[in-house]
């Protein structure tokens, strides 16, 4: 670091670095540079000597004098130049002791003629493939969750070593803005993988550095991030990484940087709705709704009957039309500023072109609160900006006349909402009829998701999951999924959120982790699928809505350290749900008791605990053995069973002797939670309809579940002839699987929740 570092504030002499470069043409800085700005954030970088190739080859003194600086019998010299970008591969790098300096520069200057210098580099003696050695700390700036930190495997093949790795292993990832102070840092060094091995936390490990080394550097990239995220200096930095950070001796030093930077944009952050206009999309007290045909079932005629026949009072719905005369028994009028009283909700779908003057007359009418746009063809498709900017335009001009101004979508699919009975979906009763009442038998939960085709595709496979809010945010021209998602997590009567996701708008993915951690911190369960999380996912997703999809492995480390479930599959996401829906509330832990009367399934239950997992299948402890040895006895299967966990009861057991273990194992102290499977089609249980239902397993379990305030899954591993036996197991309470193994994998996923 030169003298002129000392004489300026940290921050000073990094923008005059970043003006410089600028100046020049840059927008990324030379290795050299870079290291200057570690050095000025007080962090370890190797002693260094910028040789320009004018000045090869040198005198032997000049040469002996410069090397006399350098520690130990090795130097490392790199070829500095922004036309080489991976300098190793190219061979522009080159370790070679101090006698062999001279021959090695000469060397360089032959191969890369168009250099700028050559970098006399210090040699940091580390083992180059020993795990923990060679670090990976990287930092960019990320429009949903604002500057991130990364924390993973080093060296020269980090890529294809992080690869190689489960999902969510490596890199450890934080953003900035969630990390308060040093708590957080080293909450988040403690749960990064690879520092496992630096602190020596794995099995015949030793101690490679102190955790305050490692500590600076975060500290160091924490704050040069948040001075250069756009709102401070004229600069930001859009990426830093030190690859690798050598752990040697104790020390943690730099052996390579890069910095990439550009003039600050303007901000990006967007004017959210105010909580009152949310409230007033989700429990409105006025309907109206604009497009609607007098003559024909068109959209919006599809919406007003829905929102009619939900039990909306018709008095409180209003067609917007220059009609004489009622519509599905509610009155018309012929603009927003002659609704006899202000809407809550304003449902508009009408064609495209026409949005605009529809939209600007009810936000300057002073009569509408919300708008719920069911229109597409607004930014979705190229050739439709135009009329997006208008649209985002009339919402500022709404905003300004109304505070509590707010537009939902466009193209939505609509809300339904049971506690206002409202159903604004253009889905017809005929082809699924959204749920305007609740389940008594889940948990109060609200359905977020920014494709309304997701909402209506997991009801109608899940008849039992009737949310208190069924949102379809559309394309977040206004109204996020996370706007929604933080209301929900400050409402006291929801304790399960599901929520699915597209694109973050800038800042909203902090603001989501933010309303998890919330969430969270008040007993509620979230569940999150987040969709274009590869190439061509994100290409799929730009193509519906016109959002940014975001990193996955950004979004998934974040959300999941604030506490979300994040399904990595469709089918993950509707087991989970269904674990949250019917077991929110009840305390979890991992002492697992499985049950089955099929040998098959126990054998699929005890594959699906893994060693080290979330689960644990221990051998049942001397007072549940011998409460279940009773049971066994009492209905003569002590002859065929022995007791253990998974236990197999054979198809001998009837209901009464596999409620009678349940029942047991529920009581036990050693057990946390059950999965229960009952394969209906032996003939020693009541299964059908016709032999009697009102004791069968499914209707008693559910009641010993609530009894014992314990997580309990059920299983039918049978086809469609047993659904009323899944529809009773459903309506006691309990999460009802159609194999065991998927059961078991499905809790793990629960168990998981931090």
Not at 29 to 50: C, H, N, W
Not at 409 to 417: A, K, P, T
Not at 451 to 458: L, N, W
Not at 531 to 559: C, E, N, Y
Request: charged share 25%; aromatic share 6%; glycine share 8%.
């Amino acid at each position: 670091m030169t003298t002129a570092t000392l004489e300026r504030t940290p921050m000073k002499f990094i923008e005059d670095l970043f003006a410089r470069a600028w100046k020049e043409g840059r927008k990324a800085l030379s290795e050299a540079e870079t290291y200057d700005v570690f050095e000025a954030l007080g962090l370890d970088a190797p002693k260094r000597s910028l040789i320009v190739l004018d000045r090869l080859p040198m005198k032997d003194h000049e040469l002996d004098r410069l090397l006399a600086g350098f520690p130990g019998d090795k130097v490392v010299l790199k070829v500095c130049s922004h036309k080489v970008l991976h300098k190793t591969e190219q061979g522009g790098v080159r370790v070679c002791g101090k006698r062999e300096v001279c021959v090695a520069l000469s060397a360089l200057k032959r191969a890369f003629p168009a250099a700028e210098a050559i970098l006399l580099c210090e040699f940091v003696e580390h083992a180059v493939f020993s795990m923990g050695q060679e670090l990976l700390l990287g930092a960019r700036a990320d429009e949903g969750f604002g500057p991130l930190l990364t924390l993973g495997v080093g060296g020269t093949d980090a890529e294809g070593l992080t690869a190689s790795l489960r999902p969510g292993v490596s890199p450890a990832i934080l953003p900035v803005r969630l990390a308060a102070g040093t708590a957080d840092r080293q909450a988040f060094l403690d749960r990064s993988w690879v520092w496992r091995y630096v602190s020596g936390r794995v099995r015949g490990g030793k101690r490679l550095a102190e955790d305050a080394a490692m500590l600076r550097w975060l500290e160091g990239f924490a704050k040069l991030m948040s001075y250069f995220d756009g709102s401070v200096s004229r600069w930001r930095i859009d990426e830093i990484e030190a690859n690798p950070l050598a752990v040697s001796a104790g020390r943690i030093v730099a052996l390579d940087g890069v910095l990439r930077f550009r003039e600050a944009p303007p901000s990006s952050e967007r004017k959210r709705p105010s909580a009152k206009a949310v409230w007033a999309l989700l429990k409105p007290a006025t309907v109206a709704v604009a497009g609607v045909s007098e003559k024909k079932m068109n959209m919006g005629r599809i919406i007003l009957r829905n929102v009619a026949e939900a039990g909306f009072p018709r008095e409180k719905l209003f067609v917007l039309k220059d009609y004489a005369g009622e519509i599905e028994g509610a009155r018309c009028f012929k603009d927003c500023a002659s609704f006899p009283e202000p809407v809550d909700m304003f449902v508009v779908a009408v064609p495209s072109p026409e949005v605009p003057k529809v939209l600007r007359e009810a936000a300057l009418s002073g009569k509408v609160r919300g708008v719920v746009l069911i229109s597409g063809g607004m930014g979705e498709k190229s050739g439709s900006e135009t009329v997006k900017d208008e649209v985002l335009s009339i919402i500022r001009e709404g905003r300004e006349a109304n505070p509590d101004f707010a537009v939902s979508g466009g193209n939505s699919l609509g809300i339904v909402s049971a506690p206002s009975k409202v159903n604004t979906f253009f889905i017809p009763n005929s082809k699924l009829a959204m749920p305007v009442h609740e389940n008594p038998a889940i948990a109060r939960t609200a359905f977020i998701s920014q494709s309304g085709a997701f909402v209506i595709s997991v009801i109608s496979r899940m008849g039992w999951l009737k949310p208190a809010f069924s949102v379809s945010v559309g394309n977040q021209m206004d109204v996020t999924v996370c706007d929604y998602v933080e209301q929900a997590a400050h409402d006291p009567s929801i304790q399960v959120i599901l929520a699915y996701l597209e694109g973050l708008p800038s800042g909203d993915g902090l603001r989501l982790a933010q309303s998890i951690r919330q969430a969270r911190s008040c007993g509620k369960t979230v569940v999150v699928y987040k969709a274009g999380r590869t190439p061509v996912g994100q290409k799929a997703v730009m193509g519906h809505t016109a959002s940014i999809a975001g990193d996955f492995v950004v979004t998934r480390a974040v959300l999941s350290q604030a506490g979300a479930l994040v399904a990595e599959t469709f089918d993950d996401f509707n087991d989970l749900a269904q674990v949250a829906c019917f077991c929110a509330g009840r305390p979890r832990g991992p002492r697992l008791f499985a049950l089955s009367n099929a040998g098959f399934e126990t054998a699929g239950m005890a594959d699906s605990v893994h060693p080290g997992g979330p689960l644990k299948a221990e051998a049942p402890d001397a007072a549940l053995s011998r409460a279940i040895e009773e049971v066994l006895k009492a209905f003569k299967l002590d002859g065929i069973v022995d007791v253990r966990n998974p236990l197999d009861l054979t198809p001998m057991a009837n209901d009464e002797a596999i409620l009678k273990v349940c029942e047991a194992a529920l009581a036990s102290p050693s057990v946390d939670a059950a999965v229960v499977s009952a394969v209906p089609l032996t003939p020693a249980m009541k299964t059908l309809p016709e032999e009697g239902l009102e004791r069968s397993v499914p209707a008693v379990l559910g009641e010993l579940a609530k009894a014992a305030g314990k997580p309990v899954l059920f299983c039918v591993s049978s086809g469609p002839l047993y659904d009323t036996y899944v529809r009773i197991a459903h309506e006691r309470g309990l999460a009802v699987f159609r194999s065991a193994d998927r059961a078991v994998r499905a809790y793990a996923l629960f168990q998981e929740q931090p």
